[in-house]
């Protein structure tokens, strides 16, 4: 098992391009989430699906979306990228609630 | 609102010492409690995890921690460090009920030789 993969690694933006950040799991896991982590400020919950076709906000959902159309992929969408989403973004799953979040190892992206 | 805290951004302990990090957590409801750990460049993993049961939990690397409802706390022990300890560490919350997780925002741990 590949475990939680995630596309790019690395990216550089200017200010108003629009990406797409790749990612994918083949656990068959239901939950799947995106975070953000900042220095010193921890992970914060961008946003959440608990199955295909469901996809709920967290605590951070502004500037971003996401879709869920199948069990393995959960694609996260910037759009009019700006300097405040500079961050690092990590992609994870899980069975269940209460059950271990399996963490992909994260794309570094810069907003210039 | 829940929130977590953890005491402490940057903790240095001696190769073989005892490492405690702390955390406390605020919630209406008794939550489900996790510690991940990130090495450099890497994602999060899991070290122990708390929902119901017995409050003293066990984890991977040697790592425990210990729910204690009435000091709303899980504290983080390893009695004896090793310089592959060196790492973050996170403290999170899930509330029963809901799908989010509220992590801490994390200490370094640094092992001295």
């Known amino acids: 098992n590949a475990g939680v993969t995630q596309t790019p690694k690395f990216r550089i933006l200017k200010i108003g391009q629009s990406m797409t950040l790749q990612c994918a799991q083949d656990m068959n896991h239901n939950y799947m989430y995106w975070y953000r982590q900042d220095p010193g400020m921890g992970l914060k919950l961008i946003y959440y699906s608990v199955g295909a076709g469901i996809t709920d906000k967290g605590e951070v959902p502004n500037g971003y979306n996401v879709s869920r159309s199948t069990t393995e992929d959960f694609p996260l969408r910037l759009e009019l990228a700006a300097p405040s989403q500079t961050s690092v973004y990590f992609c994870?799953?899980?069975?269940?609630?209460?059950?271990?979040?399996?963490f992909g190892p994260g794309t570094r992206l810069t907003v210039l | 609102a829940q929130s977590v805290t953890q005491l402490g951004s940057h903790v240095s302990v001696s190769e073989g010492a005892l490492v405690l990090l702390r955390c406390n957590y605020s919630?209406?409801?008794?939550?489900?409690l996790f510690w991940y750990v990130q090495y450099p460049n890497q994602g999060l993993q899991l070290l122990l995890k708390y929902t119901t049961g017995a409050t003293l939990v066990k984890g991977i690397n040697g790592f425990e921690a210990e729910f204690k409802k009435s000091e709303t706390s899980f504290h983080l022990t390893k009695p004896s460090a090793h310089m592959s300890d060196a790492a973050e560490y996170f403290c999170a919350v899930e509330r029963a009920g809901s799908y989010q997780l509220t992590f801490g925002k994390g200490t370094k741990l640094s092992v001295i030789p």
């Open positions: 919630s209406s409801v008794p939550p489900y």
């Open positions: 994870a799953s899980s069975q269940d609630r209460a059950n271990e979040q399996f």
